[in-house]
Nanobody, 122 residues
Framework: QVQLMESGGGSVQAGDSLRLSCVASGDTVCVGTMGWYRQAPGKERELVAS???????YYADYVKGRFTISRMNVQDTIYLEMTSLQVEDTAVYYC????????????????WGQGTQVTVSS
């Protein structure tokens, strides 16, 4: 099985920066595209950014130019560098990984971390 562990959340002021980390362990051959989701109270979970095996990136429109996602070559570790944080960015941030569709169906479809709280105050 794959385990995802997030770190780096906290409370900051508007305009500040923060870096989130996510480390995958276990059966990491199952780890494909990885990404960050967030969920604010009373809202649906939404995709913030993702990065493929080949380092192709995707960003939600509301974070373009402010957030940067990156991925280590050897370890299945991803980062989310957040700058110019706004109150609207307050949410629980979740690390997520797509399961690779390997022959034999050995991998699950999705893997999720437990989440890390990011709180931005004005």
């Amino acid at each position: 099985q794959v385990q995802l562990m997030e770190s780096g959340g906290g409370s900051v002021q508007a305009g500040d920066s923060l870096r989130l980390s996510c480390v995958a362990s276990g059966d990491t051959v199952c780890v494909g595209t990885m990404g960050w989701y967030r969920q604010a109270p009373g809202k649906e979970r939404e995709l913030v950014a993702s990065i493929t095996d080949r380092r192709t990136t995707y960003y939600a429109d509301y974070v373009k130019g402010r957030f940067t996602i990156s991925r280590m070559n050897v370890q299945d570790t991803i980062y989310l560098e957040m700058t110019s944080l706004q109150v609207e960015d307050t949410a629980v941030y979740y690390c997520q990984a797509d399961g690779r569709r390997l022959t034999g169906g050995r991998c699950a479809a999705n893997y999720w971390g437990q989440g890390t709280q990011v709180t931005v105050s004005s």
